[in-house]
């Protein structure tokens, strides 16, 4: 899959063909997301696809609070938004995102799953089917079992799976859920993912 970085230049991952990366938190998710977003470099090129489990009844802080921390955009995208290499995009308060087949992101009003709109696994399951072997996948700090199916999903399409140590999250239950489910190739604390993702521009983060 390829794609658009800013500006007009076409977008390859420097990283063994990394072109996409989804994350899924919940509760503990800010402060995970707190330590690894901030630390990757301004020339970074995968697209970053965020679902934090957050109230819907609410905007989000979210986006504000990490557009002031990181050196890449951080938006909350509308409908049909265009995804660029070089960007981190956070789904809104009250919907699930989606990715189109044709790249762009889709915002849903579908019900939750697994009790959450928007919902980890719903990202994960249709960026798999967009990306397949060029998406990595991350689970972080939670306290249900959103992102399991998920990582399976991109494991089957030949993607990468990460999860969170579960020592070192605050709520362990997502990344443990994670584990159980068999998809993950690789267990890690916050810092290791960020010695990874910072290599990319180097070569590969396997």
Known sequence: MTLTLRGSEEFFSPMAGVDAIVIGAS???????????????????????????????APSLLPE?????????????????AITGGTIYLAPPGYHMLVEPDCTISLSV??????????VDVLFESAALCFGDALLGIVLSG????????????????GRCWVQ?????MSDAMPLGAIAGGGVRDVLT???MLARLRGMGQGSAT
Do not use: M, W, Y
């Open 110 to 119: 579908d019900p939750p799953v697994r009790f959450s709109r928007p919902s």
């Open 190 to 192: 916050i810092d290791a």
């Open 165 to 169: 140590e579960p020592r070192t999250a």
């Open 27 to 57: 509760a503990g998710g800010v402060e995970a997301l707190s330590q690894l977003l901030p630390g990757l470099p301004a020339d970074f090129r995968p697209a970053v696809l965020i679902v934090v489990h957050v109230r819907s009844d």
């Open 65 to 81: 609070l990490f557009a002031s921390r990181c050196r890449l955009p951080v938006v909350e995208p509308d409908d049909k938004a």
């Open 143 to 158: 306290a249900n079992d959103d992102g399991a199916r998920g990582l399976e999903a991109i494991e089957r399409a030949g």
